[in-house]
């Protein structure tokens, strides 16, 4: 999902694109049920490759894994951009619908419902207007495998309520979200600035829940200025 911006913040900077463990090329990865695990593999991913502090940019799950790396870890972020994403724990019975899908996928025989499971990632005027962003979420969603799924969803399942993390986080930070996302209704997201002491917030009109892949210039641009605004502040 990050490939638009693989190729146009690379000429502003160093992007490093992390596959969780048991998806795409870290397939082979043992796969966490926790969210302290998939930070885990965040942080040992950051300190391989980068050594020091990054600029993190989380989406939906990957905004849960930051805020619980940022909890654990906090001097490894120089700054943070959550896109489409929350800080409460889930409800019971979100919860409970979670735990129920992963206990199905459990079973090698099961699979996600591609058309079910996509159709919400998308707003209406993606789902009608981009047909090769569609394309490219249902190949998303079909190439899942199951374990990584079972994983993912039982930490998503079960991860504690973040939202007191929100106001121990000191670097400069950024939320955006999609004007119709679905998924993770606006409000859900916007909520974070109240949290984190001067974040900025941005809204990607016309997008969804995958806003970096549907409307890419618009992201990248919010991303861009947030990079440039921070790096005068310091300058000066």
Same mark, same amino acid.
């Given at each position: ?71 654990? +870890?906090?001097?490894?972020? #120089? *700054? =943070?951009?959550?896109? /489409?994403? !929350?800080?409460?724990? @889930? &409800? ?5 619908? +979670?735990?129920?899908?992963? #206990? *199905? =996928?459990?079973?090698? /025989?099961? !699979?996600?419902?591609? @058309? &079910? ?120």
């Amino acid at each position: 999902m990050w490939n638009p911006q693989l190729d146009s913040l690379s000429d502003h900077c160093r992007v490093l694109l992390a596959d969780l463990p048991g998806f795409g090329t870290a397939s082979d990865h043992a796969v966490p049920d926790t969210l302290a695990g998939f930070a885990r593999a965040v942080e040992t991913t950051v300190e391989s490759r980068v050594g020091g502090p990054v600029t993190v940019v989380a989406h939906s799950f990957g905004g849960y894994i930051a805020l619980q790396l940022y909890r654990d +870890r906090p001097d490894l972020f #120089e *700054r =943070l951009v959550l896109v /489409s994403t !929350r800080s409460e724990a @889930d &409800a019971p019975e979100a919860r409970a619908k +979670r735990l129920a899908t992963a #206990e *199905r =996928l459990g079973n090698p /025989s099961e !699979r996600l419902d591609v @058309d &079910a499971a996509a159709h919400p990632l998308l707003s209406e005027q993606s789902r009608t207007g981009r047909p090769r962003v569609v394309e490219a979420v249902r190949a998303m969603v079909a190439a899942a495998p199951n374990r990584a799924m079972v994983g993912a969803l039982r930490a998503i399942a079960n991860r504690p309520d973040l939202t007191p993390v929100l106001a121990s986080i000191r670097v400069p930070t950024l939320v955006v979200w999609g004007a119709q996302d679905e998924l993770m209704p606006p409000a859900r997201t916007q909520a974070l600035r109240e949290g984190v002491v001067g974040s900025k917030g941005v809204e990607i009109a016309g997008a969804g829940h995958m806003s970096p892949l549907e409307d890419p210039p618009s992201f990248d641009r919010a991303v861009r200025d947030f990079l440039a605004a921070t790096e005068e502040r310091r300058s000066t």
